[in-house]
């Protein structure tokens, strides 16, 4: 028992030092590029690479997304429009999704092209190291703490086959 007040500041300096909300002070991120075929993330600053991460794609990747429920990742250019520090999945960064071409191609199906595609962690520290999302671009949670640091919204994102 003599131990338990120095477990416990153990425990509170680790808390401390795994903040959710990382900073970054270095060069803009100007695009996303994900290369679905590649399963990988790159943040951009104008032709020089920033980072780049391993992702995990929709539990159906291959072709792009069409309709809500088909477990697909989008494919072609959007932007990132919105930001989520309560994400179910860590953190998180809309991506804008679906635009008007996606939705006139889902209601000629008479269908619902689906909606809330974000790039986010997981509900554990690491990447599953699978395609399990429903159509996000997942990334391991000490990833997403840099992502979310780094791009801002309004940054474009090009999504590739």
Not at 24 to 47: C, F, W
Not at 95 to 109: N, Q, R, V
Request: glycine residues 10%; charged residues 20%; proline residues 8%.
């Amino acid at each position: 028992m003599r131990f338990l007040p120095a477990l416990l500041l153990l425990a509170l300096l680790a808390v401390a030092g795994c903040s959710r909300f990382a900073t970054y002070d270095g060069p803009e991120v100007t695009r996303l590029i994900v290369n679905k075929s590649a399963r990988q993330l790159v943040l951009m600053h104008h032709d020089e690479v920033l980072r780049a991460y391993g992702v995990e794609l929709g539990f159906a990747p291959e072709g792009p997304k069409a309709v809500e429920g088909d477990g697909r990742t989008p494919e072609g250019s959007y932007i990132i429009d919105r930001r989520n520090p309560n994400s179910a999945f860590y953190l998180s960064i809309g991506i804008s999704y679906p635009d008007p071409e996606d939705i006139a191609a889902a209601e000629a199906l008479g269908l619902d092209p689906g909606g809330d595609i974000f790039i986010h962690g997981t509900p554990t520290p690491w990447r599953r190291g699978d395609d399990w999302t429903a159509g996000c671009i997942a990334i391991s949670n000490r990833e997403m703490r840099e992502v979310y640091a780094m791009v801002r919204l309004g940054t474009p994102i090009d999504i590739n086959p």
